[in-house]
């Protein structure tokens, strides 16, 4: 069985934890790195992460989505709670910039720029690495990551287009790779054109993925995202494992050996 990594997952919104964790381990996957949204969520990451040491790693964030429902003392409460908690995360994130119109309408550009500043500062100040989300704002997204001198950057499930890829990885950052890369057209692109030393795999689960026969993803669905990327890749499924793993290790610092 090959072994696998997920560096995407948001375990605080399974349904059944416990039989996803089992699914996931009997998938070959020995190590996911759960993401958080909000207070609320970067509280539930850490008790999963605590209950199962070893396979979970926690990153605490505050994602774009969250920001319509809190006012700046919920903003400061949320990036208080993440630097306690610092030295016990492997990364900050789910963290980013979504410009999507119903996005824009609750939490408009300004203030999601300046939350991000002020997580990215976080990120910079303890050396952490991020876990980037960019929808529609690819090029924003990647303009303040760099000015804030962020060493290392996934930008996730990344749909946005070539120029900015090119400065992506031209930086020295990663994308990473979800079960979307079965059909999504511009993901799909996006994976042909990184090298897979830049290349990370995620579920981002539970999202909805497929076309025809819709299903809700969970980390054991990171062999869909392996399948899919050495299809893409042409290359051998047990090396874009081997590989992927290998980087997310570096990356996140993660006490795991392959
Ligand atoms: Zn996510």
Redesign the pocket.
């Known amino acids: 069985m090959l072994k696998v990594i997920d560096t995407?997952a948001?375990l605080d919104e399974l349904e059944n934890l416990e039989s996803a964790l089992n699914n996931a381990k009997e998938s070959g996957v020995v190590a996911i790195v759960a993401?958080g949204?909000n207070h609320q969520s970067n509280l539930k990451i850490s008790e999963i992460s605590q209950n199962h040491e070893g396979l979970v790693y926690p990153a605490l964030g505050l994602?774009p989505w969250e920001l319509g429902n809190l006012d700046s003392s919920g903003i400061n409460l949320t990036l208080k709670f993440i630097e306690e908690k610092i030295s016990q995360i492997v990364a900050i994130g789910?963290i980013g910039l979504d410009y999507d119109k119903r996005v824009i309408k609750v939490a408009p550009k300004e203030l999601q720029k300046e939350t991000l500043k002020g997580l990215l500062s976080l990120a910079r100040r303890y050396a952490k690495p991020i876990?980037i989300?960019s929808r529609y704002a690819w090029k924003d997204t990647f303009e303040l990551v760099k000015e804030a001198g962020i060493e290392k950057a996934v930008f996730?499930?990344f749909t946005g287009v070539p120029s900015v890829l090119k400065d992506i990885l031209e930086t020295g950052y990663l994308i990473s790779a979800t079960p979307a890369a079965e059909y999504h057209e511009e993901h799909r692109r996006a994976i042909k054109e990184t090298p897979p030393d830049k290349l990370l795999l995620e579920t981002?689960c539970p999202?909805m993925y497929g076309r025809e026969n819709k299903y809700r993803s969970q980390p054991a669905d990171i062999i869909r995202s392996l399948k899919a990327v050495a299809a893409l890749k042409g290359i051998d499924e047990s090396v874009i494992a081997r590989q992927t793993a290998n980087t997310a290790i570096k990356f996140f610092g993660l006490n795991q050996s392959m």
Request: proline letters at 0%; zero cysteines; glycine letters at 0%.
């Open positions: 995407h948001h993401v949204s994602h789910e876990t989300h996730h499930w981002d999202v």
